[in-house]
Antibody
Framework: EVQLVESGGGLVKPGGCLRL?????????????MSWVRQAPGKGLEWVGR??????????DYAAPVEGRFTISRDDSDNTLYLHMNSLKTEDTAVYYC???????WGKGSTVTVSS | DVVMTQSPLSLPVTLGQPASISCRSS???????????LNWFQQRPGQSPRRLIS???NRDSGVPDRFSGSGSGTDFTLKISRVEAEDAGVYYC?????????FGQGTKVEIK
């Protein structure tokens, strides 16, 4: 069964940092582009960024609101996707989902709250 | 960024009746490879989004055949042939043709 499990969320002060993890199983992780999508409380969905496979260059692309503050990385040996979040703002408060590149599979999400 | 506009934003439906949601993009969603990367998602209360339709009209495995997607270019539609109670939730269209991918505002389907 294809599965994605996020972890690492929590409460952090503005300006702080946090790292989310997404453990993948049930498919060949190294062959999959992966994405992070977030959903602010009571709001819609927003694509945060994506990372390509090593075979496709391994580079990551980011949405404008997080460019320069967030970094996506992957560890294919451990089947894990990461989202490193720095300089967090209150508007980054959201549930963060990892998803396979074409959005066919989603995790259950990890909640990040940025508040003083 | 490509703007995705859904209508209606709220859709009360009667059990057993059809339902239709429209999604329009500000640019053509035809990619250079000839594919149209338009997805539809369902999000039930308290759950993660679930993809129903990919490439405008390809139903995902396990999705009931009462769901269908159609359209091309900039105009797309999600149809539910006969609404069931489990279909309540918010439906989103999303384009993956142009970076960054963008979602519609969501359409809340409520069972009357």
């Amino acid at each position: 069964e294809v599965q994605l499990v996020e972890s690492g969320g929590g409460l952090v002060k503005p300006g702080g940092c946090l790292r989310l993890s997404c453990a993948a199983s049930g498919f060949t992780f190294s062959d999959a582009w992966m994405s992070w999508v977030r959903q602010a409380p009571g709001k819609g969905l927003e694509w945060v960024g994506r990372i390509k496979t090593k075979a496709d260059g391994g580079t990551a692309d980011y949405a404008a609101p997080v460019e320069g503050r967030f970094t996506i990385s992957r560890d294919d040996s451990d089947n894990t996707l990461y989202l490193h979040m720095n300089s967090l703002k209150t508007e980054d408060t959201a549930v963060y989902y990892c998803a396979t590149g074409l959005m066919g599979v989603w995790g259950k999400g990890s909640t990040v709250t940025v508040s003083s | 960024d490509v703007v995705m506009t859904q209508s209606p934003l709220s859709l009360p439906v009667t059990l057993g009746q059809p339902a239709s949601i429209s999604c329009r993009s500000s640019q053509s969603l035809v990619y250079s490879d000839g594919n149209t990367y338009l997805n539809w998602f369902q999000q039930r209360p308290g759950q993660s989004p679930r993809r129903l339709i990919s490439k405008a009209s390809n139903r995902d495995s396990g999705v009931p055949d009462r769901f269908s997607g159609s359209g091309s270019g900039t105009d797309f539609t999600l149809k539910i042939s006969r609404v069931e109670a489990e279909d309540a939730g918010v439906y989103y269209c999303m384009q993956g043709t142009h970076w960054p991918g963008t979602f519609g505002q969501g359409t809340k389907v409520e069972i009357k």
